[in-house]
């Protein structure tokens, strides 16, 4: 099904995005693919130096433009340079932080990186608040109703969502849905609305305008012999990696330690939409999936159903609570215990690690979006107990300085140096 995603291509190699230098995003486009690569791995190396750790060459992205399978458009006020008078009614703006200025917000005209057909349904959506008269959100202010433009497209099956965020209850949401699809052929459009002074995406409430409730993503996963095929459904907010034809070398990764070392229980902390754990649910006896977000739990155990697997819990929760609780009611990781950690870019939460680390299973996987984290706050501790026995770097986010880092760790026995 690979032929029906198309993904934005500038015209030429050398071109770059209109936005390129002001946006806070992509600050290596100026650089050939190979070269982004080359930066990346010398960074990698002087992070993990200091640990006498050394990383393979980074696995690259089968595709570099139009890869994103979400983006998130922040609605804002115009910046001046020359601040004009406090009565000055600002226009409002739909687009991306500029860079190292958080509350200076440029209206974007497109995104190589960004899902297909944006340009479009970008403007449409500002004649749609200018005729409406709605304001974008102020974060310093607090002023303002329009908050943000998510826009998420299933890259394999090719099914897209838009969803609009709002601080209040807003008229006319008809005529938003109708100028969306005159434009955009979309799956599922939702309203959402946010009471937190924080311009993030999240919700109290979500409506449904049109479609269906959810956007369905498909992940081919090679194995050794053929691939496992798993669909995930995608609420507004759930969590999905963002480049859908990487995560699924990562899942093929993860399989492959799972399967060496023949565990039959996975425990995915942090664990999103289920995808890791259902990724290799042909692998294991039970999985027992720990997520602190709420507004998905239904759809991944209709995920769940949907790919035939029974033997899997979910539990919402936040991780450190979750581990505490296993903890102080005496429980025990097992020889057979596969545990897979997936924190956001924060890293693991310190009770979490703490936890971790009294808990101590035999093996575990590590998977970090932020490796600068990783290697400051969480490895020092982690390398006290146990071995790195193998891991592996992918370019999830062409363009952009961040790498995906995959680790799986062995706890140190009387024979390790």
């Known amino acids: 099904m690979m032929e029906m995603f198309e993904p934005i291509m500038p015209q030429n190699e050398n ?41 393979r060459s980074i696995l690259s992205s089968p595709i570099i433009w139009g890869y ?80 943000l433009l998510l826009v998420r497209e299933s890259k394999r099956l090719n099914e897209k969502m838009v969803v609009l965020v709002t ?16 434009v955009y052929p979309a799956t599922s459009i939702h309203h959402a609305v946010s009471n937190s002074r924080a311009n993030v995406a999240f919700a109290e409430t979500t409506t449904l305008l049109h479609g269906k409730p959810y956007i369905s993503e498909q992940f081919q996963i090679p194995k050794v012999a053929g691939e496992r095929r798993i669909q995930i459904r995608v609420t507004p907010f759930g969590f999905l990696q963002s480049n859908t034809f990487v995560a699924e070398i990562l899942y093929a990764l993860v399989r492959n330690w ?91 939460h310190p009770k979490a690690l ?10 575990f996987i590590y998977i970090s979006c932020k490796p600068e984290v990783l290697c400051q706050q969480d490895l020092p501790t982690l390398l006290t107990q ?8 992918l370019d999830m986010f062409p363009h952009t300085p961040h790498v995906e880092l995959a680790l799986l760790f062995r706890k140190k026995s009387e024979y390790d140096d």
């Open 258 to 348: 799972v399967e060496s070392f023949a565990f039959t229980r996975l425990y995915d902390l942090y664990g999103g939409n289920g995808a890791i754990g259902l990724a290799c649910a042909d692998l294991v006896e039970h999985i027992v999936t720990v997520e602190s977000m709420p507004d998905s739990i239904t759809a991944r155990r209709e995920t769940a159903a949907d790919n035939g697997v029974t033997h899997i819990d979910f539990v919402q929760s936040k991780v450190e609570d979750y581990l505490r609780d296993f903890y102080e009611k005496g429980n025990k990781f097992t020889p057979d215990d596969i545990v897979i950690v997936d924190p956001p870019r924060a890293g693991l």
């Open 386 to 393: 146990y071995k790195l026995i193998d891991m592996e770097a």
């Open 15 to 55: 071109a770059l995005c209109p936005h390129f230098g002001m946006c806070g995003g992509c600050s290596l486009q100026d650089k050939k693919y190979e070269e982004q690569i080359r930066v990346k791995e010398k960074h990698l190396e002087t992070l993990l130096k200091p640990h006498n750790l050394y990383p």
């Open 68 to 147: 994103r399978n979400r983006v998130d458009f922040n609605f804002g006020r115009r910046f001046y340079d020359t601040p004009p008078p406090k009565e000055f009614d600002r226009e409002t703006v739909l687009g991306f932080r500029r860079k190292n200025r958080w509350f200076h917000l440029i209206d974007i005209s497109k995104c190589l990186i960004g899902p297909s057909l944006t340009p479009t349904l970008l403007e449409t959506v500002r004649c749609w608040a200018r005729e409406t008269g709605l304001k974008g959100y102020d974060s310093r202010t607090h002023q303002g109703t329009l908050k």
């Open 354 to 363: 703490k936890y971790l680390m009294h808990l101590a299973p035999d093996y």
């Open 167 to 182: 601080g209040e209850d807003v008229p006319r949401l008809e005529e938003f849905r109708d100028a969306v699809l005159t």
